[in-house]
């Protein structure tokens, strides 16, 4: 079985321009998460989908980031226009039906960011 | 809110050597699951174990071990016999039991383990 995968690995961009990170969750996993670390911090969450519909944004740190997940399936994070302190490393994880801690979220290996 | 804290940052160790990573949790809440993750230099995050908050049994799995305390709030994890593979950031992290909280992680201990 695949695992969470994300594109793409690498991204460097500079300050004002438009990045568009993916993330292909594990087949019929309904729960996607989006989370974030910057150099030398914790992970932080971003948000979180139930299937298509967001159940929890409040991780988002404003209205430059926009996350979709069309059709419950695959989801997208767009940081429209990056600015430096956008930097880090973009996490992705999913897991099965329930809530956080019931099951395991399984992550992918992260799209690293840089903004110049 | 939640909060976890990993106060070792990095720790070196020579193989096989016997290695502690410590973590403390805060919440409120009385229902809440800990968990374990390792990022090797490849980056994915590795689950390595989850425990709910009701049980206070310690585990072990190989070289692994985990002690769970709740009167100290601590989650602290040893690694026996160290071996070069074991090399990685290690992550904990807390999930709440209410409603559909997140996990909330700690900084990460980077842990260095040479021959």
């Known amino acids: 079985e695949a695992g969470v995968t994300q594109f793409p690995s690498h991204s460097v961009i500079e300050k004002g321009q438009t990045v568009t990170l993916r993330c292909d969750p594990i087949?019929?996993?309904?729960?996607l998460y989006w989370y974030r670390r910057v150099m030398g911090k914790e992970i932080k969450f971003l948000l979180h989908?139930?299937?298509?519909?967001?159940?929890?944004e409040s991780g988002m740190p404003n209205n430059r980031f926009l996350a979709e997940r069309t059709g419950g399936t695959y989801s997208t994070l767009k940081v429209q226009p990056a600015e430096l302190e956008d930097s880090g490393v973009y996490f992705c994880?999913?897991?099965?039906?329930?809530?956080?801690?019931?099951?395991?979220?399984?992550f992918g290996p992260g799209t690293r960011l840089t903004v110049l | 809110a939640q909060k976890v804290t990993q106060a070792q940052t990095e720790i070196s160790v020579v193989e096989k050597e016997d290695v502690t990573l410590d973590c403390v949790y805060e919440?409120?809440?009385?229902?809440?699951?800990l968990f374990w993750y390792k990022q090797p230099p490849s980056g994915e995050l590795v689950f390595l174990i989850r425990?709910?908050?009701?049980?206070?049994q310690n585990e072990i799995s190989g070289r692994y071990s985990w002690n769970f305390q709740k009167s100290t709030s601590s989650f602290n994890f040893t690694i026996t016999a160290s071996q070069v593979v074991d090399s990685a950031v290690y992550f904990c992290a807390l999930a709440l039991r209410s409603g559909y909280s997140t996990l909330t992680f700690g900084k990460g201990t980077m842990l260095l383990v040479s021959p």
């Open positions: 994880a999913s897991s099965q039906e329930g809530r956080a801690g019931e099951h395991e979220q399984f």
């Open positions: 919440t409120r809440d009385t229902t809440y699951y």
């Open positions: 989908f139930v299937k298509e519909s967001k159940q929890d």
């Open positions: 087949s019929g996993h309904d729960n």
């Open positions: 425990r709910n908050s009701f049980d206070e």
